[in-house]
Structures are given as C-alpha cells and as structure tokens.
C-alpha cells in the first residue's frame, strides 16, 4: 500500500527552485545488508538471521518520468555459503524535505551455486550530501518461492535491512 501511494504521488509544487533531475541518467548504489530469515513449511517455521549481503546496483531513470528509476543488480551473500544473485528492482522517488523517499520492487535470484527465485518489495530513505552522493538506507520482505535450496512446499522470507552511498551521474 505503502509502494502504490509513494508511486501514486504526483509531483510537488513549489515556488522554490527544483534540483533538475532531468540532466541524471545514471545512478550506483552499493548497500551492505542482513536481518531476520523466516523458514516455512512442514512442520513448523524457523527464525533465523539473515545471512549477510553486499548489493550493487545501476539504476536507470526513466526519460520522460524522472521519480522513476529502473536498476538491474548483483548479489553476493557471503556467510551461509558464497552465493551469487541476480535482481531486477523498479524504484519511484518522492521528496519529502531534504530528504529522498522511494518503494521498490522487484525480482531477485541466486544462481550459483544453488538457486533461489522470489520477490522483492520495500522502501527506503536517501540524504543528499551532494546533489551527486547519497547516503541511502533500504528495508523491506525478499519472499523466495522457488528454488533448490529451499524444502518442498516451503518459502523463505528475509526481513533485511541496509545501509550504503548512491552516486548519481
């Protein structure tokens, strides 16, 4: 619901000038995140930590919606095993302030080596420092539904939470 209104929110008027967010095509955003997993399945639900992850995105703002932004993204889980994922996010900006509001979603996969397959919804939160450096933080559910290493008719869900920087060009 949270993602449908921030995505339904029209533009703010205002008497003060705008930063131009039309000359941004690019950003980059590097996050480093864990929380809380949740097994389900037979017989009963697991509550575990999250392992940790490192994400990195590019993301790509859309020509004629500039609140828009598109970002292909890498995975890399490192403390249950290395594992190597794909993501595919679809994020939509506000302001709120200063400050720099946005709801995600999106696809993501591990693929090597066992392969998990779920999806992605969250929101997060960016400081402008610069108009070019962000300091960006993202919470939100991954439910993975699909995949070799989960249990049959099971899902796993993670609850993470991540801080990182966003360098836009």
């Known amino acids: ?7 339904a929110a029209p533009p703010e008027a205002k008497a003060e000038p705008k930063e131009d967010l039309g000359r941004q095509k690019v950003s980059v955003t590097a996050l ?6 949740l097994a389900s399945g037979p017989p009963k639900t697991q509550v575990m930590r999250s392992p940790a992850m490192l994400l ?33 996010r679809l994020r939509a900006f506000t302001s709120l302030g200063r400050l720099r509001l946005y709801a995600l979603g999106g ?12 999806v992605r919804l969250g929101a997060g939160v960016a400081l ?19 995949g070799n290493d989960l249990r049959e008719r099971s899902t796993f869900t993670k609850l993470d939470a991540g801080v990182g920087f966003r360098v836009n060009f």
């Open 1 to 7: 619901m949270f993602a449908l209104f921030l995505a």
């Open 32 to 37: 480093g995140a864990s929380g809380v997993g």
């Open 56 to 88: 990195f995105d590019v993301g790509f703002f859309h020509p004629e919606h500039q609140w828009l932004e598109f970002s292909p993204s890498v995975m890399f889980e490192f403390e249950r095993g290395q594992l190597f994922g794909l993501g595919f």
């Open 107 to 118: 696809l993501e996969g591990f693929v090597a080596p066992r392969k998990l397959l779920g």
């Open 128 to 146: 402008p420092l610069h108009p070019r450096f962000w300091i960006v933080t993202e919470l939100g559910p991954t439910v993975y539904f699909a």
